[in-house]
């Protein structure tokens, strides 16, 4: 078992994407009699290049992968038979061109009281949109999937040489492995507030991984401003903001909707709605 320590959903959508199952089958990483496929880290998981997306891709990766996680704890739980094991099989003969008709007896239970044809539904659109994200047609063939792969992860290891690393887990990894660089980029934030022209350096915390503490955190970066902020700014008063406009994004909507804070410029910036 090999276990993926991030709670991004994002990172969860990509590796479950078809472009991910395509590397990690082509590293030929087999074993036993029958000569299955093994999931090595050091050859299926270090190595492949994720995606560079915007904050739209993001969220639409992010939501797909969710949706799909969602929907095989709720069937599971209806039906305490039912295993990731046999739903993704009876969805393997589907690709493969099996009908329903052409099901066994214990499979047509799986396919019907999984919803195998939504799952499918599900994992066809998240390709769709992983592909997206490489800026690839969804037209792809496996072949040519893997052959970008490899070209884009020679790209960013040349990259890397010359000291630039798209860092996965940043806030983790930069203060084991990032250079000075790096290390003052995650923790300084600038000035800190009230305190301009005194030398006085603030440090960047981490976004909060729960609702209620991302709530909190946002609201209060907005009653600390003087003036509306947009979303860039927010995001950037914490650790790799680039990587927490998509939940800022939604913490921001969910106080616009409930009063807290004004949406303003057409709904590019934001002020916390103070009481009369």
């Given at each position: 078992?090999?276990?993926?320590?991030?709670?991004?959903?994002?990172?969860?959508?990509?590796?479950?994407?078809?472009?991910?199952?395509?590397?990690a089958l082509a590293q030929r990483t087999r074993l036993g009699q029958g000569d299955d496929p093994v999931y090595i880290k050091s050859r299926c998981f270090s190595p492949f290049p994720f995606p560079e997306v915007d904050d739209d891709q993001r969220a639409k990766i992010s939501s797909l992968a969710?949706?799909?996680?969602?929907?095989?704890?709720?069937?599971?739980?209806?039906?305490?038979?039912l295993t990731l094991t046999g739903i993704y099989n009876v969805l393997?003969?589907?690709?493969?061109?099996?009908?329903?008709?052409?099901?066994?007896?214990?499979?047509?239970?799986?396919?019907?009281?999984?919803l195998v044809?939504?799952?499918?539904?599900?994992?066809?659109?998240?390709?769709?949109?992983?592909?997206?994200?490489?800026?690839?047609?969804?037209?792809?063939?496996?072949?040519?999937?893997?052959?970008k792969l490899l070209a884009l992860n020679k790209a960013r290891a040349a990259e890397e040489r010359l000291g630039t690393v798209r860092w996965l887990r940043p806030e983790y990894q930069i203060p084991r492995f990032g250079s000075e660089e790096d290390r003052a980029e995650l923790e300084l934030v600038g000035t800190a507030p009230g305190q301009e022209g005194a030398g006085v350096t603030a440090i960047k915390s981490l976004f909060p991984a729960n609702e209620v503490g991302?709530?909190?955190?946002?609201?209060?970066?907005?009653?600390?401003?003087?003036a509306p902020m947009d979303l860039v700014a927010i995001a950037g008063r914490f650790r790799?903001?680039?990587?927490?406009?998509?939940?800022?994004?939604?913490?921001?909507?969910?106080?616009?909707?409930?009063?807290?804070?004004?949406?303003?410029?057409?709904?590019?910036?934001?002020?916390?709605r103070r009481a009369a």
């Open positions: 078992m090999v276990i993926i320590a991030s709670d991004d959903p994002f990172h969860l959508g990509v590796l479950s994407s078809r472009v991910h199952i395509d590397w969710e949706e799909i996680d969602a929907h095989r704890k709720r069937v599971q739980l209806e039906h305490s038979y393997d003969k589907l690709r493969a061109g099996a009908r329903s008709a052409d099901l066994s007896l214990d499979d047509r239970g799986i396919y019907d009281d999984g044809l939504t799952l499918r539904h599900f994992h066809d659109q998240l390709d769709e949109a992983v592909l997206a994200g490489y800026g690839w047609p969804t037209t792809s063939q496996d072949s040519e999937i893997v052959a991302q709530t909190a955190a946002v609201l209060s970066v907005l009653a600390d401003a003087k790799q903001g680039n990587r927490n406009r998509t939940k800022v994004a939604a913490v921001l909507a969910a106080l616009t909707r409930m009063g807290f804070v004004t949406a303003q410029d057409q709904g590019r910036s934001f002020l916390l």
